[in-house]
């Protein structure tokens, strides 16, 4: 979607653009706060890459906030959109090393199979939500994971026992 911001020309299309994008970065970093955050770091000890992926989040958080407020009007739309897109690309990037979180939750004990599928339940349901109105929408930009990946994370049958 940030390319089709880049390239439409229309200040409503913008606007309705930066409404999606801002949507839909909302409910994704719902879903790794509330599942697959804790759940990771539970697997994994690593403390390092959970807390800076968390302070990525806070920012993008504080920056959707601001555009979400300002609108197309604003002097600094644009260059928030653009920031904003720098800011998940380099996070992006960052899950996505080997040595990033996504591969080191691909050499854990992580069921992410099962992960998988409770994040992508989780994912419907707060579009669900956000499309008839209610819990997205302007959600603290230092909200918290509320830990419930606890619970999703799941040792492999060949694993239990060792």
Do not use: W
């Not at 968390?54 to 504080?62: D, L, Q, T």
């Not at 906030?65 to 600094?76: F, K, Q, R, V, Y």
């Not at 994040?119 to 302007?138: A, F, I, P, Q, T």
């Amino acid at each position: 979607m940030f390319g089709e911001f880049e390239s439409a020309r229309s200040q409503d299309r913008k606007s309705d653009l930066a409404t999606r994008i801002c949507s839909a970065l909302r409910v994704h970093t719902t879903i790794e706060e509330e599942i697959f955050y804790p759940a990771y770091l539970e697997a994994t000890q690593d403390t390092e890459i959970h807390h800076e992926a968390e302070i990525e989040h806070e920012g993008a958080k504080r920056l959707i906030d601001e555009i979400e407020s300002t609108g197309p009007d604003d002097d600094h739309f644009e260059a928030r959109i653009s920031v904003l897109q720098e800011m998940i690309r380099h996070h992006v990037k960052e899950e996505e090393r080997s040595s990033g979180m996504f591969g080191k939750a691909r050499g854990s004990d992580m069921d992410l199979r099962a992960l998988g599928r409770q994040l992508e339940e989780r994912k419907l349901e707060l579009k669900g939500e956000s499309d008839e109105g209610g819990g997205m929408e302007r959600m603290p930009a230092g909200g918290r994971s509320r830990g419930a990946g606890r619970d999703m994370r799941m040792r492999s049958p060949d694993r239990a026992n060792s």
